[in-house]
């Protein structure tokens, strides 16, 4: 898939949400943490802050602040009107409305933005497109996460979603997605024939999350080797 920046519309969320929807505890935030199509979430800017080892990877990497910080400027009312149209379609407890979800997306993605050349020099931030190999070793990382990528564009088709959780597993000794529904908040015939095929090699779970924003975008799936 080549990516345009012009196709790219970066939207990220903040380490409390990824310590929510993963289940991420103190003990797991100890570990070595990849997460794969971390985008321009504040996730890895603020575990490096709060001391926790954390690699992202996205095919977004390929571009420079400029032109990240550019991008998220242009998108942002197109993705704000869109929420506002769909707006049924999430809980408004935590957020409470659609001011406060634009501050907090906001805050999280310039939290990236201000670590981003940093975090490219010190190599937490990496380009990479899945399902390529990654150049790192077979279980480099104790937890390899992806939000709102894995098994939500069902449209990439099966094939692509094996392949990519295949290299996942390749460098983590466990991996978690979350959610487990399609754009359109439905469990989807793929996403059960992914879960079958794992089960035969591996230990699956599926675990119910406190966080829901997304309606019905409320179970993690556990995978371990
Ligand atoms: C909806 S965003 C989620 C961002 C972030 N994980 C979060 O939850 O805040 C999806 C991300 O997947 C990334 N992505 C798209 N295709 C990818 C691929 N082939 N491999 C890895 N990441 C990909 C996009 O660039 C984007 O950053």
């Known amino acids: 898939?080549?990516?345009?920046?012009?196709?790219?519309?970066?939207?990220?969320?903040?380490?409390?949400?990824?310590?929510?929807?993963?289940?991420?505890?103190?003990?797991?935030?100890?570990?070595?943490?990849?997460?794969?199509?971390?985008?321009?979430?504040?996730?890895?800017?603020?575990?490096?802050?709060?001391?926790?080892?954390?690699?992202?990877?996205?095919?977004?990497?390929?571009?420079?602040?400029?032109?990240?910080?550019?991008?998220?400027?242009?998108v942002r009312v197109t993705v704000m009107q869109q929420m506002a149209d769909n707006k049924d379609n999430y809980i408004w407890i935590n957020i409470k409305n659609l001011d406060e979800l634009e501050n907090i997306r906001m805050t999280a993605m310039n939290k990236f933005l201000d670590d981003y050349d940093l975090g490219k020099a010190e190599g937490r931030y990496i380009y990479h497109e899945l399902p390529n190999r990654l150049d790192f070793e077979d279980n480099s990382f104790d937890i390899g996460l992806s939000s709102h990528f894995l098994l939500m564009y069902t449209a990439l088709?099966?094939?692509?979603h094996i392949n990519a959780i295949d290299e996942m597993l390749r460098v983590c000794r466990e991996i978690r997605i979350f959610p487990l529904c399609d754009l359109d908040s439905n469990d989807?015939?793929?996403?059960?024939?992914?879960?079958?095929?794992?089960?035969?090699?591996?230990?699956?779970?599926?675990?119910?999350?406190?966080y829901e924003f997304q309606k019905g975008a409320n179970r993690v799936l556990v995978i371990r080797k």
Request: hydrophobic share 35%; charged share 30%; glycine share 6%.
């Open 1 to 74: 898939m080549a990516f345009k920046l012009n196709s790219v519309v970066p939207w990220g969320r903040n380490i409390d949400e990824y310590k929510m929807m993963f289940i991420l505890n103190d003990d797991d935030m100890k570990k070595k943490i990849a997460g794969f199509g971390d985008g321009p979430a504040a996730f890895n800017s603020e575990a490096k802050k709060a001391g926790c080892s954390v690699t992202s990877f996205d095919p977004i990497y390929q571009f420079s602040r400029e032109q990240l910080q550019a991008r998220i400027e242009e």
């Open 157 to 160: 088709g099966y094939e692509f």
């Open 188 to 210: 989807s015939e793929m996403i059960t024939s992914v879960i079958a095929h794992y089960k035969e090699k591996y230990n699956v779970e599926i675990k119910n999350t406190e």
